[in-house]
């Protein structure tokens, strides 16, 4: 090896006849040099499909007669038939595939002992046969052996060290620093000797399936992936017992040993206390702003500031910010009382104004409230509709659509068939069409099939999306709430629960339902085109069939009336 010139000059001798093959032949080594770098291996790289031996390695100086590198790779330190792995640092490359494998061979080398040498192998290997599965059975056996040891010891090593002293009645505080170091070598020496117990089970058990593979007829499909993956077995085994035979002597690792359970700080460090106690300071008010604001679109079905999830420069502006402020003060005063938030806002003017589009007028420019320059000054009237048709100034309540939940439930309350009954474990969205239980208690979730097949077509909640549940009106809502099973399953229960003898309808004739059915259902009574309409449509519906007419005519009049924009709203 000529470091200087950065090469080496190869040299090649036959193991046959001793004959060189290759003499003095300048190699490139860039830079490699194991003189000056010990870190720097030699690598042993071989195609796959064909065998490569080596009789003996050599690297020396110019000049120098004593090699700087030999390996004989001779008995007794290498004995024929074992794996090199584990021998003088020799070690499997992360880059070596299955079968890829390594041995110590006698004949190698010498054609005339080849093939007896093969023979001889493959008696031995008939005979290990036999042996294998009890060599197998035996290694488990000794690891489990040793995981039990090697569990007693850590037990008793975490009881001395944490005070935990069982049927003994040993404490820490009874126990010198000396007693409890020697527990914990005990434990990480029984740790190690069973991590290299464990790593032999499964280097016997990869040379059981190895065995079993190579048994195999050379007829049999699966005999080469068989073979494939036994034989990554052994090598991965074999990697592992010589990495864990190494730590067995390693002294760094002697009191160190995997403890019994996640082991947390005695003390915290307060850095969560920190971060929540500057969440809820009332110098940092935007907690309680966007809990205002949540709660205030609870109930007015609008928020005060439209970009629920962005408070920042690129969100909206609030419509009321001097209000959103008082009530964030006010929610802070109260010591972050929820139910003091809800009773001050469902209490207020505002809430309480009705939904209904009335004859309410505003005065233009100055506001309601302001005083006319003189006598002879009067602000303009103009409808509150055409002034504010958003809104904005609150001057009456907002109108809001049903949660997906509340349709539901809706109608089955209005059926007489919701289940009152309180908590239970979570039930299965596909069973919402076909059971009774309120809609909170079905399982919803982001991935598909996450909502129930009637609730998914109403706005269902998202679990990905946390700030404001959308709402949409799509021509597959009016189709549910007028053919599907659900629909037709309990308009039928409720146009009987209308039409009973004790009801409100127990007027004779049509008009009696029709307007207990606007009552029950739309919460208002029908106005007089309304129920001369349904009188209409209940007699020619009634005469199509003389036998089931009127039911049927009723039980169509229900789901029509499920579908009114009535219904759906919430006013």
């Known amino acids: 090896m000529e470091p200087k010139e950065d090469r080496a000059l190869l040299t090649v001798t036959s193991g046959n006849d001793q004959g060189v093959l290759v003499k003095g032949v300048p190699t490139a080594i860039n830079g490699w040099n194991p003189v000056t770098n010990k870190n720097q291996g030699i690598t042993l790289d071989v195609h796959a499909g064909t065998v490569a031996a080596f009789d003996e390695l050599t690297v020396t100086l110019p000049g120098v007669t004593t090699p700087v590198v030999r390996i004989d790779f001779e008995p007794p330190k290498y004995a024929d038939g074992k794996d090199v792995v584990g021998v003088d640092g020799w070690e499997v490359s992360k880059f070596c595939a299955a079968p890829a494998t390594s041995v110590v061979s006698a004949t190698a080398c010498a054609p005339g002992l080849r093939e007896l040498h093969q023979t001889l192998t493959q008696a031995r290997q008939a005979v290990a046969a036999r042996s294998l599965p009890i060599a197998a059975a035996e290694s488990k056996l000794v690891a489990a052996r040793a995981e039990l040891a090697s569990a007693t010891a850590r037990i008793a090593a975490e009881g001395a060290k944490y005070g935990a002293g069982g049927a003994s009645g040993v404490t820490a505080a009874m126990l010198t620093t000396n007693q409890i170091d020697t527990l914990a070598r005990a434990a990480s020496r029984a740790e190690r000797e069973a991590a290299v117990r464990a790593n032999e089970a499964k ?244 991935e598909l099939g996450g909502a129930g097949e009637f609730t998914g077509l109403f706005d269902a909640p998202d679990p990905n999306e946390c700030y404001r549940r959308s709402r949409s009106i799509i021509p597959q809502q009016a189709l549910a709430l007028t053919n599907s099973k659900f629909i037709h399953d309990h308009a039928a229960a409720l146009a009987k629960r209308v039409g009973a003898p004790n009801s409100d309808a127990a007027r004779p004739g049509n008009a009696g339902f029709v307007t207990a059915a606007f009552e029950h259902i739309l919460s208002r009574p029908p106005s007089r085109a309304e129920l001369a309409e349904c009188e209409g449509y209940l007699q020619q519906q009634s005469a199509s069939s003389p036998k089931d007419g009127g039911s049927r005519a009723r039980e169509s009049l229900v789901r029509a009336l499920l579908n009114q924009n009535d219904f759906l709203t919430v006013r």
């Open 203 to 446: 280097l016997a058990a990869g040379n059981l399936a190895l065995a079993q593979a190579e048994g195999l007829p050379t007829t049999d499909k699966t005999r080469a992936a068989a073979i494939k993956t036994a034989g990554k077995t052994v090598t991965d085994a074999g990697t592992a017992l010589a990495t864990a035979k190494a730590a067995l002597g390693d002294e760094k690792k002697a009191t160190t040993y995997t403890p019994l359970s996640p082991v947390y700080p005695a003390k915290s460090t307060g850095r969560r206390r920190a971060l929540a106690e500057w969440i809820g300071a009332k110098e940092n008010p935007l907690t309680a702003r966007v809990a205002v604001n949540h709660i205030w679109a609870w109930h007015f079905h609008e928020p005060l500031v439209r970009t629920v999830y962005d408070f920042g420069r690129f969100g909206a502006r609030p419509t009321h910010p001097e209000l959103l402020d008082w009530l964030a003060v006010e929610f802070m005063e109260s010591g972050w009382s929820m139910k003091h938030l809800h009773r001050l806002v469902v209490t207020s003017a505002a809430f309480r104004r009705v939904s209904a589009f009335e004859s309410v007028s505003v005065r233009e420019q100055a506001g309601a409230d302001a005083k006319p320059l003189s006598p002879s000054h009067s602000h303009t009237l103009i409808p509150a509709h055409s002034a504010d048709s958003e809104n904005r100034l609150l001057w009456r309540m907002n109108t809001g659509r049903m949660e997906a939940e509340v349709v539901r439930d809706s109608i089955l309350h209005l059926a007489g068939e919701l289940d009152p009954k309180l908590g239970g474990q979570e039930l299965e969205n596909k069973d919402m069409a076909t059971t009774t239980r309120r809609s909170l208690y079905y399982a919803v979730f982001p």
